[in-house]
């Protein structure tokens, strides 16, 4: 299933995206749901088709954590080596954004950067202390993510809070998808002038993780309690990029759909 959270003329509503998945938005309509995604659904009977309502970051969550150099080729585009345990750091809930909300570029950094990832949203039992099982057990579902980072300060700072935490820099979207087989998924970042004519930036997949997802979830929850609808943002392939004002930034994840941003300059 698909969930997303939307804003209609009655209001701000969770609901489930129905329709074919390769249809884009077209054609795709959301039923509203009187519960949250990660609890029992009950439909209200109320629909609307998808484009006219307007999607939100598609989950709310008390902390983001990403893992730096998840990657290999990205940890060798920096010229780092892939560590022996995951890298974790923090993401503030200010950061997170949703769909076609703008990336606003702070006037503190010179060099802004993508970053296109696979999220994991944990579900309703949250996760501490738990094992590979119980890591796959307490996923909710998956989402695209996008790791803005201000690289001349993640390479100034000694540790990445500044870099990674800025208003802004964790759009997240268009929606939940639950049931799905992240061991090998296409992930991609397309960026450009021109929405319709967008350029490949980021190209990999998910089967090339250093550390795998219930790896990942695992790691985390014996360092932070993991709460429903917390987000984990599993690194991202190599092709990262500067990104500037005007810019749109499309991150898409096979079997999820595609997240696209707007760039601009914070007045």
Not at 164 to 175: A, E, H, T
Request: overall charge negative.
């Amino acid at each position: 299933m698909r969930f997303a959270r939307f804003v209609h003329a009655g209001g701000v509503s969770f609901g489930v995206v129905e329709g074919e998945a390769g249809a884009g938005t077209s054609g795709l309509t959301v039923a509203e749901i009187s519960s949250l995604p990660f609890e029992e659904v009950r439909f209200t009977g109320q629909r609307w088709a998808l484009a006219d309502v307007r999607l939100l970051a598609p989950i709310f969550s008390s902390k983001v954590i990403g893992v730096g150099r998840n990657y290999a080729e990205h940890a060798a585009e920096h010229g780092n080596e892939v560590p022996k345990e995951p890298l974790i750091f923090i993401k503030p809930s200010t950061s997170v954004i949703g769909p076609n909300d703008a990336i606003r570029l702070p006037s503190q950094s010179k060099q802004v950067e993508h970053e296109a990832e696979l999220a994991v949203v944990i579900g309703a039992t949250g996760a501490r202390r738990v094992d590979r099982a119980g890591a796959e057990r307490a996923i909710f579902g998956y989402t695209c993510g996008n790791d803005v980072t201000a690289r001349d300060l993640q390479r100034s700072d000694p540790q990445w809070t500044r870099a990674k935490g800025f208003d802004s820099f964790c759009p997240i979207g268009p929606w939940i998808v639950t049931g799905l087989d992240v061991r090998d998924l296409e992930i991609r970042c397309e960026v450009g002038r021109d929405p319709e004519q967008l350029e490949m930036r980021q190209l990999g997949r998910t089967k090339d993780m250093v550390f795998d997802v219930p790896t990942l979830v695992s790691y985390v929850s014996h360092v932070m309690t993991l709460l429903p609808g917390d987000v984990i943002l599993t690194g991202t392939p190599a092709g990262v990029s500067e990104i500037v004002a005007g810019d749109t930034v499309s991150v898409t994840v096979q079997g999820i759909g595609t997240l696209s941003n707007p760039v601009v300059t914070l007045d």
